[in-house]
DNA sequence: CTGGATCCACTTTGATACTG
DNA sequence: CAGTATCAAAGTGGATCCAG
């Protein structure tokens, strides 16, 4: 157990049905309240948010900061340590992009529906 | 639709149980055939490996070639197209090495049966 | 407002046996 | 050798309702 693939170790962090979007948008805005990023990511449901939520925060990601008051308040912002993944997201995003080109090259641009 | 977040694209193609796995070992041998794959990979089932390298076939990840001859043999490769994977699942490797390290710093090195 | 708790549908993976 | 087919098990996400 030197130094095996830790590729998976990264996916495990960024798999989710809606991590990216919801990395994407607390990246952007630095902090937002539950409501807003639901606002922003009308489709999930407040189960998921909050799941998605945790795991981030789980790993380290995410801060979680709970205002003690009524009604509640909670912001989520990135960590210092979660700036890390910029990078990443960054190499994943321009892949994804040029991804989407290579596949123009071979199916052509005709059904690009695909492309949900 | 400009130049949304593509981080999904990447991951769409990445990810799946055996994938990262798979790669790491074709990436290594630049060729592989099935049943060599399958002695480096045991725990999947022939199944599943074959539904995994038929994904990483269809967006083009890597090479399926045929032999018309008895018994069956087949080979794995990358394609030129895959490996302009290769920065992104290094970067990635890194980020999964760092933050095994990371996860130590937070919560010591005890339970270090957590990574699997 | 920010969730938690349940229940259910759908998807993914696995076990096993069979085939050209 | 390199798969398919079939069925069962497990995992995941969604709908809905409840709560501090």
């Given amino acids: 157990m030197a ?13 989710g049905k809606w991590k990216p979007v919801i990395l994407f948008h607390i990246f952007q ?12 990511v009308p489709d999930i449901t407040k189960k998921m948010l909050t799941t998605q939520l945790r795991e981030l925060e789980y790993h ?10 009524v009604p509640p ?29 290579h596949l123009d090259e071979i199916y052509g641009e005709d059904q690009m529906e695909n492309n949900k």
Same sequence: chains 1, 2.
């Fill in 3 to 15: 130094h095996e693939c830790k590729v998976e170790t990264a996916l495990d962090i960024l798999v």
């Fill in 29 to 40: 805005k630095e902090t937002l309240r539950f409501g807003e990023l639901h606002r922003l």
């Fill in 60 to 69: 380290d990601i995410i801060n979680r900061k709970v205002y003690a008051q």
């Fill in 73 to 101: 308040k909670v912001e989520y912002s990135i960590t210092e340590y979660g700036k890390s993944l910029t990078p990443l997201l960054e190499s994943m995003h321009q892949w994804g992009v040029s991804h989407i080109e």
